[in-house]
Structure formats: C-alpha cells, structure tokens
C-alpha cells in the first residue's frame, strides 16, 4: 500500500475508538497521550513556522508495541495540544517492519524528519533485524513525503560497531555543517554513540564513534540527543542494561546525561561519567529541543519497557512526561516544568505556618488532578514526608520520603493502587534545613520536582478514584512554611489540552 493510503489506514483505526476513552479513569488531564493505543519514546521534537510539533512512536492498531508508525500533535504553548494525522507508515521496503525513533530539522522551510527505517529478517528481534536511516519532508508541518534517496544512510561503519542495533538519528546544525549522532553497541555489547556529518542533509559521512561505554554503561545506547547547553556540551541517551549500583539504576532501562566536550574535528566526545535525567520509576528515550525563546525542552515516554500498564484495559497504553526546561544553575543541570502549564491553574489554595507532628491533613487539599508546591522546614526531625492519592483507609497511598539520616528522598508507590509497585531513591540535601517540593498529579501520574529543578521523579500510579487525599506526616515536628495549591486542567473535567483535528 502507498505511504498515503497507509496513513488513512491508520487514521480510521483510531477515528472511532478514540472518542471512547475521554471518560476513562486513568485518562490524564494535561499530558500527551496518543488519542489511542500503544505509544513510546517522543520523536522530531521541534519547533516549526511558530509552533511545537512533536512526534511519537505509536502502534494505531494495538496497545502492544508494534508496527510503529509516527502519530503527530502540535502545539502553540506546549499546553494545549492538536491532535493531527500520523506523519509516517511504513510502506517501503527499508522500513516496511517500522518507523523507529528519530528526530526533524528545519531547512529552507521545511520539516525534515530523519527516522530509522526498521527491517526484521528472521524471528528474533534481537538478532535478525535490518536498520537504516532516513527522512521525510514536508512544507506545511503536516504532509509528510519519504524522499527518493532513502535510505540516506544504508549500513553502519566498519569497525567495532554491530550490523544491526543502529538506529535513532538526532540531526543538529553546528556552523557550517549538519551533524547526526545515532545509538549503537559494540559487536560485544557495549553501548555507544555514532557520529555522521553533512553538508545537504541528504549526503552523509561517518566521523567517529563520538562516545562509547566505560565500566557499568549498558549494552546498548538508544535515542541519543546532543547539544549545547549554556556553553557546556551535553550528551544525552537510554541505554539499556545498567545494573542496578546500591540505591541507583533499578529500572529496566536508564536514561542519563553526560558533561563533556565535543571536538568537532575529531568527532570525539571527552566525558566521564553519567547521571540520571530522571530518579522515578517512568522516565525513557527523552529528546530536547531548542524553542524561539532560547529555552532547551525536554520531553520523555512516561512509561518504562516491559512495566505492566493497567490503561491496557481502555485500550490505550504510555503517556509523555510534562515538558521541561532544562538549564544549568551553579553547574548543575536543572530541570522544571514549563511556565506556560501555570495557565492550567485554577481553585487555588494556600497555607502557611502549619506543625506537624506525627500527620496531618489540610482542608480542601485534595484530588486526582494538581499542582502542590511546598517547603517544609525540617526542623530536628529526619524522616517526614506526604503521601499523596491517599484513600480514606489509607489503604491506597503513594508516599513521598524525605529521609535526613541517608540524605535520600524516596518514592514509594506498593501501595499506589493498580499497576507494578515498588520504591526509587534520590539523593538529595535540604538547603537551610528547607526541603521545597513541585508535585504534579494527574489521574494515573506522579511527577516531583525536587529543590526547585535539582531533581526529579516520575512514575505512572494507577490508584481508584477515592484515593484522592494528602497527608503530610513526620516522625517528630516539621513546619509547612507555605504551601500552594491549584486544581490543573478543565474546570468541567475532560482532557484540558487535547484536541483532535482529524482530516
Ligand atoms: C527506544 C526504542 C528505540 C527505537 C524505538 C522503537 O525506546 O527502542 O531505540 O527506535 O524504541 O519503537
């Protein structure tokens, strides 16, 4: 079938069933979903003719990950969301098994999207598999047409990198040149980035391998993102298969960030170490992009491979975190939620000065759908914390652990309601004896964002719909200095800021 036919295909497929899950329980107020169905990782996040487009992994006939095709929204304020018609099938022979993960950048006027063009050529995705690279353009945002060069990039180097896992093109412009770097292993499984270089976009010449894996880094980097960052040189990646090191690293996957320096001339980027992007439980295959306000955006899947997703049942299945603006701050890569989300703030509420000894609930404070923001002076005490999506026996809850001794700020959700449990950690100092909390929750989400942007943590919670109360609790005397809080989202309920535009 042709590329345009594949495309309405998909179109009908989730025209009716979408209308369906606007009352679901789980359905989220104010974060990108696809309107049905299986999604993962964010792809060609980027900002065209005035307005973000973002693009994602989705299956349009299936909650199960599978026949990947790129579903497409766009918006004005990274708040409200437009819906539009997927932008890629496959259709081709280089990539009649899968549109995977990629990136766009804008050229005379139009949208070049670079994707990896997935191929399976016996019955172990593992092994038996053919990835190529290439691109799709379009002049409205919206049309997009596979060019006639594809693939562009037809095989991986010679050298020490696998024939095979070579995919997730992300495109820059650095001077004179296009750079892509594009995730890769070793032919002995260790994770590493590849580096291309182009004058046109459509010609493209290997470099170097710009990075690769040193001690516990994973076999395989996937979705790889650089760029510049006040003056500093980022790397981002997932690779797959850290272990877990004490208290860090206990999801499947990882997605983490390195400082370093790029040499351009090289194509070799000099770092040591990474660091984790996200310390929650849902946090994978993040790419920034660069808005006409300067800002670096960062979006991520909200979900984590091979986790149990309860939303199955209503037939959609993964979600993308909150955008967020990343930046540096006294040498610390810092993160926090987009301003523009404040225009979803209503019902505010507000307190001050309030002990608590042992537990305590405020009145009015409560629901499935919110903004928190706190500080809380630790006074003597060690242990304290709230829980949030409380029942009224407690018997559901998702508590949130600020333990002083170990200087580590825990997420537990065991008793969250639905869905896998379990507990992650990050490590975390008060400053002036002050802890200061953004909780984001939204009907199936928890996003925390810890010390104003120093640290952050995800997860998908999938608790009943009581189980909407806070608690604060303390083992010995903590103050609320202040408090704020506003319901986010439609006041008549519904999802805020998604609207299908279907053609
Ligand atoms: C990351 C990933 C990418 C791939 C895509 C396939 O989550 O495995 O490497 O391109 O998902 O959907």
Known sequence: MKHSEQILRATESIRDKRRELEDDEWRLHYHVTAPVFWMNDPNGFSFFQNEYHLFYQHHPYSTEWGDIHWGHVKSRDLVHWEHLPHALAPSEPYDQDGCFSGSAIEKDGKL?????????????????????????????????????????????????????????????????????????????????????RSSDLLTWEFMNVAARGKGNMGYMWECPDFFQLDGQDVLVMSPQGVEPEGEFYHNLHQAVYALGDLNLTKGEFDFDSFHPLDYGFDFYAPQTTLDNKGRRILIAWMAMWESDMPERKDHWAGAMTLPREIYFENNQLKCLPVKELESLRHDYLHFENILVEEKVTLDGLEGDSMEINVVIDAMETTQFGVKVRCNDLFTEQTILTY?????????????????????????????????????????????????????VMSARIYPGEDANGVQFFSDRKVKIVKLEKWSLGNRGGGIAGTVLVMH
């Open 112 to 196: 070049f999207l670079f994707y990896t063009g997935n191929r399976w050529t016996g019955k172990n995705q593992d092994t038996d598999l053919k990835q190529v690279q290439c691109i799709a353009v379009s002049e409205d945002g919206e049309n997009f047409t596979k060019i006639a060069e594809n693939p562009v990039i037809s095989q991986p180097p010679e050298g020490d990198i696998h024939p095979n896992h070579f995919r997730d093109p992300k495109v820059w412009k650095q001077g004179e040149h296009y750079y892509c770097v594009l995730g890769s292993q070793t032919n002995h499984r260790v994770g590493q980035v590849l580096l291309y």
């Open 403 to 455: 333990d002083g001794e170990n200087q580590l700020f825990s997420m537990n959700r065991d008793n969250s309601g639905k869905g896998p449990g379990g507990i992650r950690k990050a490590p975390l100092s008060l400053k002036n004896n002050l802890l200061n909390l953004k909780i984001f929750i939204d009907r199936s989400s928890v996003e925390v964002f810890l010390q104003e942007g120093e640290k």
